[in-house]
């Protein structure tokens, strides 16, 4: 390990032992547009990121009379766009990044320089739409006029983890924690530790964010990655019990039933399963969620209910690309394992150019999987592993790639990790992992 990840070492020893902390909100982490974030706590943006649900309605509805009072006031510009942004991730409605866009080109043009804030607001605005390039440029340029922003400094880190640039985020995430050691810091550390596959540390860093969190919003989000932690270690009833936990704290916060009905599927729960998905979907209509519904329907041979909810990704795709958003990673997944194999390259080879993440490494894999290049592809497959995430659906993906190459022996080791890992990874592939698993064990 480098000396600065000593450093993060060291700082999630210290979670682990206890010491106490301040208390703040979250950022937005882990996300873009398919994710609703909880609230912050920068002293910048608090009146706005300080307020989720229904409450941000009334946020930006004070901000827009108060501008119509001072419409010279950049702050406030400023604290408007972000509020947008935070609408957009509530609601799953990107028509709100333009206006987001417009809100903070004009708090710019008030003041063009020395404007923090806005340039902060820059960032979240490009992280939220996948544009990690810009986001991080944007974050980088609110650094240099104040580098003590340790909410900027959280966007930095996210954008260079989208950009796979590890190194680099775990200094920025170690500077937040220098600065601001809460709520929001800690999720992002477990995050971290996550993609490097080192689940122990990664499930402390949630406890302890869980454990300084005060609002039931800050709590529900914890308690979403705890289940998700669980999840992918294929433990449903831990999974199911965080889950809920949480939507009894905050029972608006879509990840959370949408993770109960990951749970219901796979316990082979599938019209309650379905009738959750449904529930999801009509609050959050996004990409993540709408695949996630398709593929249980697939499952469950309900093909035409299936056939119209493609019709719906398809329109969603769309009106996120229309409002400069794009969603070309879980795209290319889609098209991928519905045997599109162009525009599943297409959309891949957008996404890493983006991103260049470990998940934009897989999507592109298993986009040239598909397109029978299955050399390169293990390339790709190769570079996804290299954190050591522990991801059922990378070691799938990587099996069918090794069996399509003749490695017999390599396909059977990923196929079999892939399940160890969590045998209900996808209500559609796992099965097949499980099909392509006995085969070989037959021959």
């Known amino acids: 390990m480098t000396r600065r990840l000593g450093r993060f070492t060291t700082m999630l020893v210290v979670l682990a032992l206890g010491i106490s902390m301040f208390v703040f909100g979250v950022l937005f982490t882990r996300g873009g547009p398919v994710q609703p974030a909880p609230p912050s706590g920068s002293a910048a943006t608090t009146q706005v990121l300080g307020t989720t649900g229904a409450g941000i309605g009334d946020v930006i509805t004070t901000l827009q009379q108060r501008l119509r009072r001072l419409p010279e006031d950049h702050s406030s510009w ?20 333009p206006k987001a866009e417009g809100a903070l080109l004009r708090s710019l043009r008030i003041k063009p320089n020395g404007n923090a804030t806005a340039a902060t607001g820059q960032a979240v605005l490009a992280a939220a739409r996948h544009d ?18 340790a909410d900027n400094q959280g966007i ?14 775990r200094t920025e995430l170690q500077r937040m924690l220098d600065l601001k050691p809460g709520v929001s810091s800690f999720t ?11 689940l122990g540390p990664a499930k402390i860093a949630l406890q302890r964010a869980l454990d300084f969190s005060s609002r039931p919003s800050d709590q529900a989000y914890c308690l979403f990655y705890l289940g998700e932690l669980a999840w992918n270690s294929g433990n449903l009833a831990e999974a199911d019990r965080f889950y809920a936990q949480g939507l009894r704290l905050d029972a608006t916060y879509t990840p959370l039933l949408a993770g109960r009905a ?12 379905v009738d959750r998905y449904e529930e999801v979907v009509q609050r959050l209509p996004v990409p993540t969620y709408l695949i996630s519904y398709t593929d249980l329907l697939r ?16 329109a969603t795709q769309a009106l996120f690309e229309a409002q400069g958003a794009s969603v070309d990673l879980e795209i290319a997944l889609f098209e991928a394992d519905r045997g599109r194999p162009k525009s599943a390259l297409r959309a891949a080879r957008a996404a890493w150019q983006n991103e260049r993440s470990v998940q934009a490494a897989d999507a592109m894999a298993w986009a040239l999987h598909v397109n029978g290049r299955d050399q390169s592809a293990l390339q790709y497959a190769q570079t996804a592993s290299r954190l050591g995430t522990k991801s059922a659906l990378f070691a799938y993906h990587r099996g069918r790639i090794e069996l ?9 080791r990923s196929l079999r990790r892939a399940l160890d890992l969590n045998p209900h990874f996808s ?10 698993l006995r085969s070989l064990r037959s021959r």
């Open 78 to 97: 400023a604290s408007l766009g972000i509020a947008y942004v935070q609408q957009a991730a509530i609601t799953g409605d990107p028509t709100y990044y």
């Open 299 to 314: 499952s469950a041979g309900r093909n035409q209910e299936a056939a119209r909810q493609e019709e719906v990704i398809a």
């Open 156 to 169: 930095l880190s996210d954008a260079l983890l989208q950009r796979g640039r590890y190194g680099q985020a």
């Open 188 to 198: 992002r550390a477990s995050y971290v530790w996550e993609l490097e596959g080192r």
């Open 262 to 273: 990951k749970v219901d599927a796979a316990r082979g729960e599938v019209d309650k399963a």
């Open 427 to 436: 209500p559609l592939l796992a099965p097949r992992a499980k099909t392509v």
């Open 404 to 412: 399509s190459i003749g490695k017999r022996d390599a396909a059977q």
């Open 132 to 149: 990690f390039v810009k986001a991080r440029k944007r974050a980088r340029a609110a650094q240099a006029i104040n580098p003590y922003s």
